[in-house]
């Protein structure tokens, strides 16, 4: 498949003209917003021959491809907002209309659906259609999606076989599809030439053999072209063929009966190569499972295998990496990597790294690079010699943009196949990339607002609102007796009025890291006020929290933090619910009353 690289950019200017017009319709119910993820689709919809387009509730398309405009006779921007009418004859119209009802009304599928379309311009096409609901992310149907294939050309070859056996003959060879014709038995009579470019066989080394025997069969599809062959009736069906070196490929077989004389005399095989667009649907498949798991919870841990097992159904990724870079902390790392020969991907300082991964990011171009480009590139001195080569490895990697702006690159390489990967790749990669992009980049800020929310920005520590949270859910049996212990620091104003307000800061995040140091896994610690502490320890005694309590006091006295006004001086106090179901804010305020009074002491 050819993926252009100037996609992003059709499809914001195809944004552009949708707007335009959807401002310019009067008098007419607004449509709804087309979303990014229907840009994406269009774009990948206008690589299809066939023509494929959305409809609303409506009947209005909202969203059609480059091939369905071109047999309409108009530009795919005119069709926007339209319906059948605008360009077909009112009886087809209104059928196509009966037929989008029962779409809708009954969530029932139209499959493969051949009838003559005649357009306003008195052009024909005999077509076959397939209709289906049009679904939300909620289930509900708004509205069809139709895929049209124009037969027309087969129609033709139909009737004009059935005319002569001299036009039959005529036709038959000169057909763009690869034909073959078999007796009622299934000998096969004769191939066109087409045939023999798709699979490899010469008349000489076919004629007379049985299409079933398994000359362009798999194994376990032999029983199948079996059935096909006693069917001998007009079918259109897909699966797996062979070529006669063993390559296996998709097809899209019809069978139609050859008449001669009123006579049933055999059938025509016709074999379509649908390679291309299986691997369309593949693609489309693979960002739209992308996409819904970027919309889903999953954090970006359970992002990036995700990943890498959707690219897999479509490229080569035994030895696959994702990595990223901050430019403000100067590094570049891997958060997913999976090699077969080197575990070992160590951060690396990006503005010094010169390897073939910094190299895409820093320069934001696709690279494909097998050992001997390597080699010069490395005598060049643009690249520092790093992980494993081998004579035989092949390089392909791809940088990850948000819009202009580099955030790493997503990588494949073999260290046996120097022909695994092709330039044809590169736009594979590069097309799938973006949405990872923006995958990525969307979660990681989902991450972060909802670190945000649970944390105090300043000391990392969780907040008020958590601890609150927290405290709520561990008042249960099964972790009493339940502590609470309160601390201040004392003197905090003196700090931020004598030596600043960063120094106060400085401060915080000090003694934040000193009861993190101290405190154990399972315990809750967070800033709930602005120079105030709490400490969650569920199942702790009274009496162990007595001993926490004088830890957490040793510790900030032995402290030798420089300048020694960063050494942090509190008051503590804490409370303990022994046994039954104590109000959590009596608990609080028990803990709190404690350290006011250990504040007053010490003063």
């Known amino acids: 498949m050819k993926l252009k690289l100037n996609l992003k950019d059709k499809i914001l200017k195809k944004q552009r003209w949708i707007e335009k017009i959807r401002e310019n319709r009067e008098g007419k119910q607004a449509m709804k917003p087309i979303t990014n993820e229907q840009y994406l689709l269009h774009a990948l919809m206008n690589n299809i021959s066939d023509s494929i387009y959305f409809k609303d509730k409506e009947n209005r398309f909202v969203m059609v491809n480059r091939a369905k405009a071109e047999h309409s006779g108009v530009t795919s921007k005119d069709m926007i907002g339209k319906t059948d009418f605008d360009f077909l004859p009112k009886e087809i119209a209104r059928q196509s209309f009966a037929d989008d009802h029962y779409v809708m009304e009954y969530g029932r599928p139209i499959i493969d659906k051949v009838e003559e379309i005649i357009h306003l311009n008195k052009t024909k096409h005999w077509v076959s259609v397939t209709k289906v609901p049009w679904y939300d992310k909620e289930g509900e149907i708004i509205g069809t999606i139709g895929i049209t294939r124009d037969i027309t050309e087969r129609k033709k070859a139909e009737e004009a076989l059935l005319k002569s056996q001299q036009e039959f003959i005529s036709l038959f060879n000169s057909s763009p599809e690869a034909l073959v014709y078999e007796d009622l038995d299934g000998t096969i009579l004769n191939i066109n030439p087409r045939f023999t470019e798709l699979f490899g066989y010469t008349l000489k080394e076919i004629k007379g053999r049985n299409i079933d025997e398994g000359m362009i069969h798999p194994p376990d599809k032999i029983e199948e072209g079996k059935k096909l062959t006693r069917r001998l009736e007009y079918s259109n069906y897909e699966t797996i063929r062979k070529k006669k070196d063993g390559t296996l490929f998709p097809v899209s077989i019809s069978v139609s009966r050859v008449m001669l004389d009123g006579k049933l005399q055999g059938a025509i095989g016709m074999y379509r190569d649908i390679t291309e667009r299986k691997q369309d649907e593949q693609l489309h498949q693979v960002l739209y499972n992308i996409s819904k798991a970027t919309n889903s919870a999953i954090s970006l841990d359970q992002l990036y295998p995700l990943i890498h097992q959707e690219l897999g159904s479509i490229i080569d990724t035994t030895n696959f990496y994702i990595a990223l870079v901050d430019e403000k902390e100067d590094k570049v790392f891997f958060p997913y990597h999976v090699d077969e020969k080197d575990d070992n991907f160590p951060i690396g300082k990006f503005s010094t790294t010169n390897t073939l991964t910094t190299y895409v990011i820093k320069t934001g171009k696709p690279l ?189 006295e032995e402290d030798s933090i420089k300048p020694i006004y960063l050494r942090s001086s509190i008051s503590l106090g804490y409370a303990t619910q022994k046994g039954e179901y104590q109000n959590t804010e009596a608990l609080l305020k028990e803990a709190d009353k404690k350290m006011y009074k250990d504040k007053n002491v010490t003063r």
Not at 504 to 518: E, K, M, P, V, Y
């Open 368 to 556: 494909l690079n097998d050992n001997n480009q390597y080699k010069e590139m490395v005598a060049q001195g643009i690249l520092t010699p790093m992980g494993t080569t081998t004579d035989k490895s092949i390089w392909l990697g791809v940088p990850l943009k948000v819009e202009d702006r580099v955030i790493g690159a997503m990588v494949v390489q073999s260290y046996t196949n120097p022909e695994l990967y092709s330039e044809k790749d590169i736009g594979l990669l590069e097309f799938v990339s973006s949405q990872v992009a923006t995958a990525h980049e969307r979660k990681r800020t989902e991450e972060r607002i909802r670190y945000l929310s649970f944390h105090d920005a300043l000391t990392g520590l969780y907040n008020r609102a958590y601890f609150e949270e927290e405290l709520e859910r561990y008042n249960f049996p099964r972790y009493y007796p339940l502590s609470i212990m309160m601390v201040d620091i004392n003197g905090l104003k003196v700090i931020n009025d004598t030596f600043g307000h960063h120094e106060g800061d400085r401060l915080l995040q000090h003694f934040a890291s000193l009861l993190n140091s101290i405190s154990r896994k399972g315990d809750v610690i967070a800033r709930v006020g602005g120079d105030e502490f709490a400490i969650l320890l569920p199942s702790t005694t009274a009496e162990q929290v007595h001993d926490f309590h004088e830890r957490i006091r040793k510790i900030c």
